[in-house]
T-cell receptor, first 115, second 115 residues
């Protein structure tokens, strides 16, 4: 079974631009979560989608948004990029929403650099 | 914000020795999970321990959970050079509104196993 895939793997943008990252979950998984990882703030939860609905959202500004499609693939968008948005963006999929035995499987991440 | 704080931040040991990492958290949790991350790549799920469990084993891994002290430890026995990685604890807790659950990651321990 193929793992979680994220595209692109690396991305360089300039301040003010916008970016869209894509995540394809493991086949059959319906929940997709996004995380931002930076050296200063560590791993921070962005949002979770399940059945095309945002279930939960972390403490990030409205410039960060996402969506999920009917095939469970998810995209996240960051508008008006700032230097501080440079980070590794990780996507994780799980069979259902978070539950007692629910393991999350992570993709390799997208490394975003904002110049 | 990060719920979990890990100790130590960095640990260097010889191959064959045991490695112990600790994690403390602040709020009530549903479960606690440990993940490994190799050099800026995606996270790999290691083990999940539920809030009503005190100890769990998986291969060379042993995890303990003390909910009264809000702390957990991860023990890796007979370490190998391939165990070199960053290790994160993540707490699965309900959001403040109680409507959803999310994973909150600790700051991580960088483990180096010297051959």
């Amino acid at each position: 079974k193929a793992g979680v895939t994220q595209t692109p793997r690396y991305l360089i943008k300039t301040r003010g631009q916008q970016v869209t990252l894509s995540c394809s979950p493991i086949s059959g998984h319906r929940s997709v979560s996004w995380y931002q990882q930076t050296p200063g703030q560590g791993l921070q939860f962005l949002f979770e989608y399940f059945s095309e609905t945002q279930r939960n959202k972390g403490n990030f500004p409205g410039r960060f948004s996402g969506r999920q499609f009917s095939n469970s693939r998810s995209e996240m968008n960051v508008s008006t990029l700032e230097l501080g948005d440079s980070a590794l963006y990780l996507c994780a999929s799980s069979l259902m929403i978070l539950a007692d035995d629910n393991e999350q499987f992570f993709g390799p991440g997208t490394r975003l650099t904002v110049l | 914000s990060q719920q979990g704080e890990e100790d130590p931040q960095a640990l260097s040991i010889q191959e064959g020795e045991n490695a112990t990492m600790n994690c403390s958290y602040k709020t009530s949790i549903n479960n606690l999970q440990w993940y490994r991350q190799n050099s800026g790549r995606g996270l790999v799920h290691l083990i999940l321990i539920r809030s009503n469990e005190r100890e769990k084993h998986s291969g060379r891994l042993r995890v303990t959970l003390d909910t009264s002290k809000k702390s957990s430890s991860l023990l890796i026995t007979a370490s190998r050079a391939a165990d070199t990685a960053s290790y994160f604890c993540a707490t699965d807790a309900s959001s403040s509104s109680g409507s959803a659950r999310q994973l909150t990651f600790g700051s991580g321990t960088q483990l180096t196993v010297l051959p």
